[in-house]
Every structure is written in C-alpha cells, then in structure tokens.
C-alpha cells in the first residue's frame, strides 16, 4: 500500500529549530514532486513548500522563506523539512503529500500528519 | 498571488440533500482546480481534480464543475459520511492556494 508517513514534531520553544521527516513507501518517490503543507488549529491549509524530483525546483510560501529548508533523499525514500527560528505562528500539523502534475499539481497523497507546537 | 474565496464557509444541510459550494478565483486559473475533504483530526483527501475529473474511488454523488474563475462543488446526495469540510485548491502557480473551506455540517 503507497503510504507517506511523517515523524519529527513535538513541541519547541521560539527561536529553536526542529527537523521534519517523511518516509515514502509503495510508489516510486523519485518520480514525484513531493511537499509540505501546514494547518494551524482550526484553520485551513497552508502549502508550506515543494520541491521537484531531481531538486531542480525548490519553492518556499513567503512566510517561512529564509526559515525552513526543504530537502530529498530519494534513495532513502525521503522527505524532510528544517525549521529553524521558529514561532507562534508555525504552530501547526504538518502534512508532506504527494504532488500529482509536477511543481503545479494537485496532492493526491498525504500523510497522517505531526504536529509542531511552538511555545514557551 | 492567486486568492481563492469559497462561499458559504459553513453550511447545514440533512442527509439526502443536495448541496453545491462554491469557489472563486481571483484571477483566470484554466480549470487547474482541485477539491479535497477534510475530516476532524484526519489528513485532506483528494476528490476532484482538473475542475470536474473524479478522483479514483470517490463516489459518483460527488461532481465538480467550472472554469476561468468560478468553481463548484455538488454532492447529489448527502450521506451521513459526508459530513466534513471541503477544501479548493488551485493550481495553475506553484504553492497552489486554498481556500479558506467549507464545513458541511448536520442540520
């Protein structure tokens, strides 16, 4: 069964950093853009970043440029996101997914989610 | 930047009905949309792709419709697992926005 699956959230102070992983299995990830997407509690969804198959495109939503890095392993089957400087405001349940079209696409998969609570 | 505005944000419907929820583009976005279903504490869920384009397993009772700016969203026939809130997501721009999501909620 194709599955992602998130690990790395928990709960931070400000300023710290925090280092997201995604396992892939039963599809070919290297194929795939792949990205993460965030929901703060009780709202709606944020694409947070994407990154193509090969890494040739990388792109980061405003909020988070400078922060977070996306980066791959696709031996490893493997996504993940470094969150450094972070804040209140990236208190959120992180989703990667699957991108269906390249970097403009669609997320036909995605994981269960972790949560990152940033607090004092 | 693409902003995607659904409306209403919430509504109360009975099971059997027939709901439609709408989703505009603030700019011409082809018909690069996507809908997704969101459960509480459970991760989105693909429905509708490419405005109107079925998503593999999503029952038939769901439809989508659209192009340029204006979007929807039919379910024919409200069933009590339907219960949920919608998303639309465009993706014509990298970083495809959403809206902000419909709950669909018991009446």
């Known amino acids: 069964e194709a599955q992602l699956v998130e690990s790395g959230g928990g709960l931070v102070k400000p300023g710290e950093s925090l280092r997201l992983s995604c396992a892939a299995s039963?599809?070919?990830?290297?194929?795939?853009?792949v990205t993460w997407v965030r929901q703060a509690p009780g709202k709606g969804l944020e694409w947070v970043s994407c990154?193509?198959?090969?890494?040739?495109?990388?792109y980061y939503a405003d909020s988070v440029k400078g922060r977070f890095t996306i980066s791959r392993d696709n031996a490893k089957n493997s996504l993940y996101l470094q969150m450094n400087g972070l804040g209140a405001e990236d208190t959120a349940v992180y989703y990667c997914?699957?991108?269906?079209?390249?970097?403009?696409?669609?997320?036909?998969?995605w994981g269960q989610g972790t949560l990152v609570t940033v607090s004092s | 930047d693409i902003q995607m505005t659904q409306s209403p944000s919430t509504l109360s419907a009975s099971v059997g009905d027939r709901i439609t929820i709408t989703c505009r583009a603030s700019?011409?976005?082809?018909?690069?949309l996507a809908w997704y279903q969101q459960k509480p504490g459970k991760a989105p869920k693909i429905l509708i792709y490419?405005?109107?384009s079925l998503e593999s397993g999503v029952p038939s009772r769901f439809s989508g419709s659209g192009s340029g700016t204006e979007f929807s969203l039919t379910i024919s026939s409200l069933q009590p697992d339907d219960f949920a809130t919608y998303y639309c997501?465009?993706?014509?721009?990298?970083?495809?926005?959403f809206g902000q999501g419909t709950k669909v909620e018991i009446k």
């Open positions: 997914a699957r991108v269906e079209g390249g970097v403009r696409g669609y997320l036909n998969m």
């Open positions: 039963g599809f070919d990830f290297s194929i795939y853009t």
């Open positions: 990154i193509s198959s090969s890494d040739s495109y990388i």
């Open positions: 700019q011409s976005i082809s018909g690069w």
């Open positions: 490419k405005a109107s």
């Open positions: 997501q465009q993706y014509k721009t990298y970083l495809g926005t």
